[in-house]
């Protein structure tokens, strides 16, 4: 069964520090995808980026970044120079070809950026 | 705008007593679902539309019913609520049934069940 660790249940930086969010997820899959999803304070999922498992080149968007480890099985999400507005729970996620269940989420990460 | 709508966004109730949670979303999505989240669990699914009149059971579907009569349109409905159903509950979307496919978040409702 399709399962997703973010053993990282809060992380507190102070702002302009970097950070990195964990995510590891297990598939008998060839073919899925993984997803992150930010939750700010006001409590929507702001879609953050998709990744198939073909695909591992690393992605940059901005201060985000991406880094895609097939060998590993992780999917970590790293934050450059913090700032207070990032201060959110992310959810990585994990979407097999198979099974009935679309999206499995992790459990979150509590992000806490200080001035 | 692109989204996806949820109603009521906040709700107390009493057990026992039937609600309906609305979604609707306007993009022509064939894809709608339906998630709790509660604390240290995460999101979990409760049920999942393919298209209009196609539905089927998530992880978590007790309790819970859905319909799917139009495409932009899957209501959550508790028919009995518990206290246990205290969560807040997301509506999602996305184009195709594909697994590949973005799931895209309604704002979330929040319930409470006395």
């Known amino acids: 069964a399709q399962k997703v660790t973010q053993a990282q249940t809060e992380i507190s930086v102070v702002e302009k520090e970097d950070v990195t969010l964990d995510c590891v997820y297990e598939t008998r899959d060839t073919t899925y995808y993984l997803f992150w999803y930010k939750q700010p304070p006001s409590g929507e999922l702001v879609f953050l980026i998709r990744r198939n498992s073909f695909d591992e080149q690393n992605e940059i968007s901005g201060r985000y970044s991406w880094n895609f480890q097939k060998s590993t099985s992780s999917f970590n999400f790293t934050i450059t120079a913090s700032q207070v507005v990032d201060s959110a729970v992310y959810f990585c996620a994990l979407s097999e070809n198979s099974g009935y269940s679309t999206l499995t989420f992790g459990k979150g990460t509590m992000l806490l950026v200080s001035p | 705008e692109a989204q996806v709508t949820q109603n009521p966004r906040y709700l107390i109730t009493v057990t026992g007593k039937k609600l309906t949670v609305t979604c609707s979303q306007n993009?022509?999505?064939?894809?709608m679902s339906w998630y709790r989240q509660d604390p240290g669990l995460g999101l979990r699914q409760i049920y999942y539309s393919m298209n209009v009149e196609v539905t089927d059971k998530g992880d978590v579907p007790e309790g819970y019913k859905v319909s799917r009569k139009e495409k932009r349109n899957f209501p959550l409905i508790l028919e009995s609520p518990s206290p246990n159903q205290t969560s807040l509950y997301f509506c999602?979307?996305?184009?195709?049934?594909?697994?590949?496919?973005?799931?895209?978040f309604g704002p979330g409702t929040r319930l409470l069940v006395l």
């Open positions: 993009m022509n999505h064939e894809y």
């Open positions: 999602a979307s996305s184009l195709s049934q594909g697994r590949m496919e973005t799931q895209y």
